[in-house]
């Protein structure tokens, strides 16, 4: 069995005449330790897997199934658990939390964990160093650069050490020499064993991955292929 | 970092917001305190003037009157049958079911003599209940110790030119003036005082009673009851509660207790509607951070113990605040609403009791907004993400 799959799953948005179908009946499977690369244009329905496979919104239909365990037949508490124990979240838009520094930031995840405040600091220190922003921890988000806060995001989502890492147009904010770096701290990471689901609607960004997985109109651009996978 | 750490951290950057807070809450804490602190002050200076009144039931014999009116012109009135009050009958004062509530029993007797061709009006009373009961009475010199001796009022010894030491002829008895008692502004100024048996001795009067002054205990004392009481056990006495205007101010207290307790409840309801509002406007506007939080895997109730955290600190200060002002504005309350300003004093259930009003208020009123936080769904957050 693979280590992420997602059954049949679809998602619709609205009632009766209003209804759209954001995704449709798509099957995925991912491998431990791979690096996917979701692309697609805007409203393709990209973001909205990706949320479902993340276990932030639930399906309209189907299955998401990660370490054997099926995401949305768990209860609110327990999903919010297996997040925090298994996921990584990078936004768009870094996401930082304006009133907390960039220490508190990457502390963020272990504040409702059992780790002492102290072992907190050193976790959320190792994690600002892989990042190289270890010497700005004391800065609020609004006084360190664009892509800084994009690292600090990468910092925060590695902290606690989740398996998966789910990151949705990581580099949808920043220039292009930011967004290498950020490219590389994301293969780097992959490297390290971390499995890596990434949205992009870049194709640049989106060969860094494994696997490029194409998807237009709520559907994968080649099912069979991908169902080959599982 | 513990999640007390977002709370307050979130506290100190929407610093317009927690004043706003404290504020509304504050108020409606403060008008609370203020009101049941000037209310309770007022009835405690009530209760002890009333102590220190004096007299506040008045026992006489039992008489029939009339009053003589012709055609329309008052012609003065005239008392009949009176009933003379004995002194072993005040014996039964004591067996009365209230009788721990009786403190001061003083009976007296009255008589006029002619002294310098003037009227003068004595009364006999026995110096140690007397002096208990009026315990504004100023002596220049001192009571009467002797049988021999006598107290004059203040109007008195002047009208008569006498001052301490000289000596009086009444009813053909020689006396020694003893004390005069400075201005009272009542009608003790005008009375000659002089031991009780001694003075029914000298009138005539053994073993009778003219008036019996009592003083009871009136903090929460039962005066209708004291009188009805009494009444029974002296049915030839007529018993008068003279106290009644003074519960009439009490009752004028209770129901402006009432009203504050009231217009409390309603600042209370507005303050609570205020943390609610801000609260839920505050939650509204931080739906994006909530989104973040559940992402990262923070249950409901974690995001719920923030929000509350938030409206403990928030609560906890308004309380402390609150009850500052309150008794800042009692004290200049009572300036207004009394011409002596009534000795203040801090009652620490009311501390503890505004703070604890003040965070049980905010955290209610914090509910509702907490759960709304805490039920926010992430595909919600995503959507303002």
């Given at each position: 069995?693979?280590y992420?799959?997602a059954?049949?799953?679809g998602?619709?948005?609205g009632d009766g005449?209003?209804?759209v179908?954001?995704v449709?009946?798509?099957d995925l499977?991912?491998?431990q330790?791979?690096?996917?690369s979701?692309?697609?244009?805007?409203?393709?329905?990209?973001?909205?897997?990706?949320?479902m496979?993340?276990?932030?919104?639930?399906?309209?239909?189907?299955?998401?199934?990660?370490?054997?365990i099926?995401?949305?037949?768990?209860?609110?508490?327990?999903?919010?658990d297996?997040?925090?124990e298994?996921?990584?979240?990078?936004?768009?838009s870094f996401?930082?939390?304006?009133?907390l520094s960039?220490?508190?930031?990457?502390?963020l995840?272990?504040?409702?964990t059992?780790?002492?405040?102290?072992?907190?600091?050193?976790l959320?220190?190792s994690?600002?160093?892989?990042?190289?922003?270890?010497e700005k921890?004391?800065r609020l988000?609004?006084?360190i650069?664009?892509?800084e806060?994009e690292r600090?995001?990468?910092?925060r989502?590695?902290?606690?050490?989740?398996?998966?890492?789910f990151a949705?147009?990581?580099?949808?904010n920043?220039d292009?020499?930011n967004?290498?770096?950020v490219?590389?701290?994301l293969t780097?990471?992959?490297s390290?064993g971390?499995?890596i689901?990434?949205?992009?609607?870049?194709?640049?960004n989106?060969?860094?991955g494994?696997?490029?997985?194409?998807?237009a109109?709520?559907?994968?651009?080649?099912?069979p292929?991908?169902?080959?996978a599982? | 970092?513990k999640?007390?750490t977002?709370a307050?951290?979130?506290?100190?950057?929407r610093?317009?917001k927690?004043?706003f807070?404290?504020?509304?809450?504050?108020i409606?804490?403060?008008?609370v305190?203020?009101?049941?602190t000037?209310?309770?002050?007022?009835?405690?200076?009530?209760?002890?003037k009333?102590?220190?009144?004096g007299?506040?039931?008045?026992?006489?014999?039992?008489?029939?009157?009339?009053s003589?009116t012709?055609?329309?012109l008052?012609?003065?009135?005239?008392?009949?049958d009176v009933?003379?009050i004995?002194?072993e009958?005040?014996?039964?004062i004591?067996?009365?079911e209230n009788?721990?509530?009786?403190r001061?029993v003083?009976p007296?007797v009255?008589?006029?003599f002619e002294?310098?061709?003037?009227?003068?009006?004595?009364?006999?009373?026995?110096?140690?209940?007397?002096?208990?009961?009026?315990?504004?009475?100023?002596?220049?010199?001192?009571?009467?110790?002797?049988?021999?001796?006598?107290?004059?009022?203040?109007?008195?010894?002047?009208?008569?030119?006498l001052?301490?030491?000289?000596?009086?002829?009444?009813?053909?008895?020689?006396?020694?003036v003893?004390g005069?008692?400075?201005t009272?502004?009542?009608?003790d100024?005008s009375?000659?005082?002089?031991?009780?048996?001694l003075?029914q001795e000298?009138?005539?009067?053994?073993?009778?009673?003219g008036?019996?002054?009592?003083?009871a205990?009136?903090?929460?004392?039962?005066?209708s009851?004291?009188?009805?009481?009494l009444?029974?056990a002296?049915?030839?006495?007529?018993?008068?509660?003279?106290?009644q205007v003074?519960e009439g101010?009490?009752d004028?207290l209770?129901n402006?207790?009432n009203?504050?307790l009231?217009?409390?409840?309603?600042?209370?309801l507005?303050?609570?509607?205020?943390?609610?509002?801000?609260?839920m406007?505050?939650?509204?506007?931080?739906?994006?951070e909530?989104?973040?939080?559940?992402?990262?895997?923070f249950?409901?109730?974690?995001?719920?113990k923030?929000?509350l955290?938030?409206?403990?600190?928030?609560s906890?200060c308004?309380?402390?605040?609150?009850?500052?002002?309150g008794?800042g504005?009692?004290?200049?309350?009572?300036?207004f609403?009394s011409?002596?300003r009534?000795h203040?004093t801090?009652?620490?259930?009311?501390?503890?009791g505004?703070v604890?009003?003040?965070?049980f208020?905010?955290?209610v009123?914090?509910?509702?907004?907490?759960?709304?936080?805490?039920?926010?769904?992430p595909?919600?957050a995503l959507?303002t993400?």
């Amino acid at each position: 069995m693979s280590y992420i799959q997602a059954v049949q799953v679809g998602k619709d948005f609205g009632d009766g005449d209003a209804k759209v179908t954001a995704v449709r009946n798509i099957d995925l499977c991912i491998e431990q330790g791979s690096f996917i690369s979701i692309m697609g244009e805007s409203g393709s329905g990209k973001s909205t897997l990706l949320a479902m496979l993340g276990g932030l919104l639930s399906p309209s239909r189907g299955q998401i199934i990660i370490e054997g365990i099926d995401l949305y037949s768990l209860s609110r508490t327990k999903l919010a658990d297996f997040r925090r124990e298994f996921m990584g979240f990078i936004f768009q838009s870094f996401q930082l939390v304006p009133y907390l520094s960039v220490l508190e930031n990457v502390q963020l995840p272990l504040a409702v964990t059992h780790h002492t405040e102290e072992t907190q600091k050193e976790l959320a220190l190792s994690a600002l160093d892989k990042v190289g922003l270890k010497e700005k921890a004391h800065r609020l988000p609004n006084q360190i650069s664009g892509g800084e806060q994009e690292r600090v995001a990468i910092a925060r989502a590695v902290v606690n050490e989740p398996p998966i890492l789910f990151a949705d147009e990581p580099t949808g904010n920043l220039d292009s020499r930011n967004s290498s770096e950020v490219m590389k701290l994301l293969t780097k990471l992959n490297s390290e064993g971390q499995t890596i689901v990434m949205v992009t609607h870049s194709r640049k960004n989106a060969e860094y991955g494994q696997r490029i997985i194409e998807v237009a109109d709520g559907r994968l651009a080649d099912p069979p292929a991908i169902r080959a996978a599982c | 970092m513990k999640l007390r750490t977002i709370a307050i951290n979130n506290l100190r950057r929407r610093k317009a917001k927690v004043f706003f807070l404290i504020a509304g809450l504050m108020i409606g804490v403060s008008a609370v305190v203020a009101l049941m602190t000037t209310t309770r002050i007022l009835a405690e200076d009530i209760a002890h003037k009333m102590d220190e009144f004096g007299a506040n039931i008045i026992i006489t014999p039992k008489s029939e009157g009339l009053s003589l009116t012709y055609g329309g012109l008052s012609l003065g009135g005239f008392s009949f049958d009176v009933r003379e009050i004995h002194q072993e009958e005040l014996a039964k004062i004591k067996t009365i079911e209230n009788a721990a509530n009786i403190r001061i029993v003083s009976p007296k007797v009255f008589g006029v003599f002619e002294s310098a061709s003037q009227k003068v009006l004595a009364v006999g009373v026995d110096f140690n209940s007397e002096l208990a009961l009026k315990k504004w009475w100023k002596i220049e010199g001192k009571a009467p110790e002797t049988d021999s001796q006598i107290l004059l009022g203040h109007d008195v010894a002047a009208k008569l030119g006498l001052s301490n030491d000289s000596e009086i002829e009444i009813k053909g008895r020689l006396f020694k003036v003893s004390g005069i008692l400075d201005t009272t502004g009542s009608q003790d100024d005008s009375l000659v005082f002089m031991k009780l048996p001694l003075a029914q001795e000298l009138f005539g009067k053994e073993g009778q009673v003219g008036m019996v002054e009592i003083a009871a205990l009136c903090k929460n004392c039962p005066i209708s009851e004291l009188v009805s009481q009494l009444t029974k056990a002296l049915p030839t006495a007529k018993v008068t509660a003279v106290q009644q205007v003074v519960e009439g101010r009490m009752d004028t207290l209770h129901n402006f207790q009432n009203f504050s307790l009231g217009v409390s409840g309603l600042i209370l309801l507005v303050g609570g509607m205020v943390v609610f509002v801000t609260m839920m406007s505050s939650v509204n506007e931080r739906t994006r951070e909530i989104g973040i939080f559940s992402a990262i895997g923070f249950r409901s109730s974690h995001i719920m113990k923030i929000i509350l955290l938030e409206a403990l600190v928030v609560s906890l200060c308004a309380g402390v605040l609150g009850y500052l002002t309150g008794i800042g504005v009692t004290w200049g309350l009572l300036s207004f609403l009394s011409e002596h300003r009534p000795h203040m004093t801090l009652d620490p259930y009311v501390a503890i009791g505004s703070v604890v009003l003040a965070i049980f208020l905010g955290l209610v009123a914090s509910f509702q907004p907490a759960r709304a936080a805490a039920a926010m769904d992430p595909n919600e957050a995503l959507r303002t993400l």
